[in-house]
């Protein structure tokens, strides 16, 4: 039975960030978009991007071989 990405990202990122309940996790087409409380994207992300890239590879390693998922985190941009 082929495990949902959205749903595998959302149980990884809440049992991450500090706040779960402000986790969301939407789909657009191939990618996997996680938006969490502002101020909790470094934990996502980790030292050197290690959190993130441990969750790209759990979430493509059970879901279906054949598409090509990519976890994402959704953070607005900053202004410089």
Known sequence: ???D???LTLFLAQSIVEQPAA???SRRGPNV????S???EGRLIGRQGRVIQ???TLVRAVCD????LNVDLDAPKKER
């Open 1 to 3: 039975m082929p495990t």
């Open 5 to 7: 990405p959205a749903d």
């Open 23 to 25: 986790v969301r996790v």
């Open 33 to 36: 978009m996680v938006k969490v």
């Open 38 to 40: 502002p101020g909790e």
């Open 54 to 56: 441990a969750m790209r």
């Open 65 to 68: 071989p054949q598409e090509r």
